[in-house]
């Protein structure tokens, strides 16, 4: 039992991240070597989306990386990688629009984004002072830090749970979006579904992943207490 404590939840939680990046990168890799229809590029499409809501404000820039397209509402802008910035697949419109939906959400005051972003600056620090205090805390033998670390653990996975409906209403606005304009037909709506719904299972992945490391600490120092 204790090694499956130790060892096993880990594994498991590596196995689980690993498959969702697998499955996310294989449906990019698909329908990223699909053209649409209309012809239209990842860039065209997000800036036609946010005229058309009233958001003339807000820039649509090249970035680079691979899949690291984001909404970036602090500066106004919307950042997409290359490929999906340049190319014409059904990949690049799903993503471009995807990230339009989160403009969308922010023009609108969806409850769920506005909660994760004033998560931010507390999810920053958790993020890095949550297991310095446990290892600090294994290390002198000093169980009220090693709670406190896991602690900022749990606020980590509260951000990542409020994250989920976040990912997903942006991908169903998106997709509205791109039924609406024409911009994809019923068949590429179908693909631009199934790629956009293999990115939203990688934050489902995260959330599995940070349960179990928080159910691991729990497990070891929990027995440690008694």
């Avoid at 922010?106 to 984004?113: A, E, H, M, R, T």
Wanted: hydrophobic share 45%; glycine share 8%; proline share 1%.
């Amino acid at each position: 039992m204790d090694f499956f404590i130790f060892y096993g939840l880990t594994i498991i939680s590596v196995i689980i991240t690993l498959g969702a990046q697998a499955y996310i990168s294989s449906s990019y890799s698909k329908y990223s070597k699909v053209n649409n229809k209309k012809g239209v590029s990842g860039k065209e499409v997000a800036r036609a989306l946010l005229d058309k809501h009233g958001l003339q404000d807000i820039k649509v820039v090249e970035t680079s990386g691979m899949l690291t397209d984001h909404y970036d509402p602090q500066n106004r802008v919307i950042r997409l990688s290359t490929k999906i910035y340049h190319d014409t697949s059904i990949a690049s419109v799903s993503v471009a629009a995807h990230e339009c939906g989160h403009a969308i959400q922010d023009k609108n005051g969806y409850l769920f984004l506005r909660i994760r972003h004033s998560l931010i600056p507390l999810v920053n620090l958790c993020s890095y002072a949550g297991y310095f205090a446990i290892m600090l805390g294994a290390l002198f033998s000093a169980l009220g830090l090693i709670w406190i670390g896991i602690g900022a653990e749990m606020v980590i996975l509260l951000f990542q749970v409020i994250t989920l409906p976040v990912e997903i209403d942006a991908s169903k606005r998106g997709l509205k979006e791109l039924k609406e304009e024409n911009y994809l037909d019923s068949k590429e709506l179908g693909s631009g579904k199934v790629m956009l719904t293999s990115a939203a299972l990688t934050y489902v992945a995260s959330v599995a992943a940070t349960v179990l490391q928080v159910l691991r600490l729990v497990l070891i120092y929990g027995k440690r207490r008694d």
